[in-house]
């Protein structure tokens, strides 16, 4: 028998390299990113007195209403401040609070949440979030492990969607968040906030849509488009916390906690319940 010892030298050399770049890859996606991004830039709060009265200037540039908080390190000034505690600002518009016998401000944070809590919420029936005559499988259903078991996601599906799917919108309404600038995903919370996003608001009933997982500049919309039922917004993925290609879609409205929105069960026009649809279902537009 005759053995090329040369060529197994370099069949062993190209299989190394090989393992070298599985294990570089498999380091590289499983990084947690390094920066943050929001789905919206919110403008900072203006504060100022003005003979002992605190005037604060607020702005919100989507086309929902938002609720700001405003917090102090000093007790007074925030128990001053909790009683006008959350502002709420209407869509795309501007405010100014007045606040008097505030003598001075020391260091102040804020946060927002999305909607607002004395809108009257309304029914409404959404379309399946992917283009027409297209199937999909459920792979996680309502109030389900391991996401889908808490009031932010109790009531969203995820859909087998595929890398570079088309994700279609479920209702009209506005775009009032995009992410769309993170590669990867992984599993556990910590990879939750580096998912790629896009947040539509409907008016109409008060009810924000969400579409989750998308890939990297994977969205075809911005902040401040207004969108129609059906109409194509992005692309699926696997970004922020999965290990599978998928779409989680998510109806929310607005609510009195920290996270500001919850879930809620979804009517598909389609005639699917999102209460009844379970792991393996099969859902066609």
């Known amino acids: 028998m005759y053995l090329n010892v040369n060529f197994y030298k370099k069949m062993g050399k190209l299989f190394l390299t090989s393992l070298i770049c599985m294990l ?42 938002l609720r700001v908080w405003i917090e102090a390190k000093d007790n007074k000034f925030q128990e001053i401040i909790d009683e006008i505690n959350p502002i709420e600002i209407k869509n795309h518009s501007d405010t100014l609070i007045r606040v008097n016998n505030v003598p001075s401000i020391k ?33 996680q259903g309502n109030n389900d492990t391991p996401t889908h078991n808490k009031d932010w996601s109790r009531y969203a599906i995820d859909f087998s969607l595929k890398i570079n799917d088309t994700i279609c919108a479920a209702t009209s309404g506005y ?66 916390q999965t290990n599978i290609e998928h779409l989680h879609f998510n109806c929310l409205i607005p609510v009195s906690n920290n996270e500001g929105l919850k879930s809620i069960p979804i009517t598909f026009k389609e005639g699917y319940q999102s209460i009844e649809l379970i792991e393996n279902d099969l859902v066609k537009k």
């Open 175 to 240: 775009v009032v968040g995009v992410v769309d600038k993170y590669k990867y995903g992984g599993e556990g919370d910590k990879w939750k906030p580096f998912g790629n996003f896009i947040t539509i608001y409907e008016p109409d009933s008060g009810i924000f849509t969400q579409y989750a997982h998308l890939v990297e500049n994977g969205s075809f919309v911005s902040v401040g488009d207004h969108i129609e039922n059906g109409q194509p917004i992005a692309l699926s993925g696997k970004t922020g």
């Open 24 to 65: 570089l890859i498999g380091c590289k996606s499983s990084k947690l990113p390094t920066t943050k991004y929001s789905q919206f830039e919110f403008p900072l709060p203006k504060l100022n007195i003005v003979n002992n009265n605190l005037e604060i200037y607020l702005q919100n540039p989507v086309k929902c209403p």
């Open 107 to 139: 260091n102040f944070s804020w946060k927002y949440r999305l909607g607002s809590v004395s809108k009257k919420i309304k029914k409404i029936k959404v379309e399946l979030p992917f283009p027409k005559n297209k199937e999909y499988r459920i792979i």
